[in-house]
């Protein structure tokens, strides 16, 4: 079992200010996914990284994949309220047919 | 163009009951993963499958429930005799199986509540 762990469960934070979600986990992916998702909605699909030391700018969100490709962060620059929302990591192996294991997920609330 | 098709959005059952949960997955994808979301929590896996196998059901429930992906048609969640605890989102997702990616494309969800 692939175990991603994120941190923290949850946060709530002013409009204008910055914020990091982490994504961990003692396991190796081929792959990692970002998502959003709110209310009563499915997962939004934000962003994928596969290369070690990548970083992806999406406006306002940057996502880095760690060198060993076992971690991932996500960073939003000024925070806006609709920001608010779950956001969720997955990982995925090519060696686990394909299998994507999801973290618990971190609460973000922006508040205006 | 569309997206991976969830039905029903809601589905109310009284305990005792079966619920068939339906999922279409985006053209071109042939792995299906079901998932199961309890308030204020997130995702768990149930299942993985490829068109007519299951891969993964590690995450299923050993009675009460099973899942299909046939040759022709969607996907289906079957959970029979239903219990209050069944009560819980239920989102699919989909991906082409190929490449270098394994993303996945969620639908919308079935929110079942056992009554």
């Known amino acids: 079992t692939q175990l991603l762990e994120q941190s923290p469960q949850f946060l709530s934070i002013q409009e204008g200010e910055n914020l990091t979600v982490y994504c961990n986990s003692s396991?190796?992916?081929?792959?990692l996914q970002w998502y959003r998702q709110e209310p009563g909605e499915g997962p939004v699909l934000l962003v994928t990284?596969?290369?070690?030391?990548e970083v992806k700018k999406l406006k306002r969100l940057t996502f880095q994949f760690g060198d060993a490709r076992k971690d991932s962060s996500l960073h939003i620059t000024a925070a806006q309220p609709g920001d608010t929302g779950l956001y969720l990591c997955?990982?995925?192996?090519?060696?686990?047919?394909?299998?994507?294991?999801f973290g618990a997920g971190t609460t973000v609330t922006v508040r205006a | 163009n569309a997206g991976v098709m969830q039905n029903p959005r809601h589905l109310v059952r009284r305990r005792g009951q079966e619920a068939r949960l339906r999922c279409s997955p985006m053209?071109?994808?042939?792995?299906v993963y079901w998932y199961r979301q309890l308030p204020e929590e997130g995702l768990k896996f149930m299942v993985y499958?490829?068109?007519?196998?299951?891969?993964?059901e590690s995450g299923m429930p050993k009675e009460r429930f099973s899942a299909e992906f046939p040759k022709e048609g969607p996907s289906i969640l079957r959970i029979q005799q239903v219990v209050r605890g069944d009560s819980a989102a239920y989102f699919c997702?989909?991906?082409?199986?190929?490449?270098?990616?394994?993303?996945?494309?969620f639908g919308q969800g079935t929110r079942l509540t056992v009554v």
């Open positions: 997702a989909s991906s082409p199986g190929q490449g270098e990616e394994t993303e996945a494309f």
């Open positions: 396991s190796v992916f081929s792959s």
């Open positions: 990284v596969v290369t070690g030391g």
């Open positions: 997955a990982g995925g192996t090519r060696s686990n047919d394909y299998k994507l294991s």
């Open positions: 053209k071109g994808h042939s792995h």
């Open positions: 499958l490829q068109k007519e196998n299951i891969i993964d």
